[in-house]
Structure formats: C-alpha cells, structure tokens
C-alpha cells in the first residue's frame, strides 16, 4: 500500500503563490504517473495536472500558465508550484498516484488551498 502525504496548502490573497508537495511511500513512485487533482464545495473533483514517470505533463485549461508540475524521482516527490492564485483556485487538492502496470491508483488526504479576493 503507498501512502501520500501533502503539505503546502494555506491562505493566500489573489496573485500570490503557493507551492504544494506530496511525498509518497515506495519505490512504486517512479514508475507512477502522478496528478494533482483539486474539489470545490459543491463541484467535482477534477485533474489540475499530471506528470508522466518520464516527465511528460498535462494541464487543466485554467491552470495553464499558472501551474507547474514536477517530481523528484530520487526524493519520491512531486511538487505544484502555483502562481497568479486566483480565487476560483480555492479548493481541497489532492495527490494522486496511478501506476498503469499494477492498477495501483491511490490519494492522499488532501491539503485545503484558499485564495482571498
């Protein structure tokens, strides 16, 4: 079983940065793609990015720009660094581990972000 742990989440006022990381369990991390995944009171869950075990990445459209995805293999984390926070940002965030091979997919517990207007 692999564990994931996050941290960085706060409160922030809009335009400001925040940079949250997740470090995760096992030596299953690197061949994992990971994700960053986000829920707002009364929505969805929904993908914010993710990155590939060789480093490719992919974005939500809202977030493009803004966001960057990225891990460290050697340290089993994966960080997003989060710019030009905007109030429509605020929301639980998730990590999330998915390894293909296995059918392993797994979440942390979430670290809550709130942006102030």
């Known amino acids: 079983q692999v564990q994931l742990v996050e941290s960085g989440g706060g409160l922030v006022q809009a335009g400001g940065s925040l940079r949250l990381s997740c470090a995760a369990s096992?030596?299953?991390?690197?061949?994992?793609?990971m994700g960053w995944y986000r829920q707002a009171p009364g929505k969805q869950r929904e993908l914010v990015a993710h990155?590939?075990?060789?480093?490719?990445?992919n974005y939500a459209d809202s977030v493009k720009g803004r966001f960057t995805i990225s891990r460290d293999n050697a340290k089993n984390t994966v960080n997003l660094q989060m710019n030009s926070l905007k109030p429509e940002d605020t929301a639980l965030y998730y990590c999330n581990l998915n390894t293909a091979l296995t059918g392993l997919d797994s979440w942390g517990q979430g670290t809550q972000v709130t942006v102030s207007s």
């Open positions: 990155i590939t075990r060789t480093g490719s990445t």
């Open positions: 096992g030596s299953i991390f690197r061949i994992s793609t």
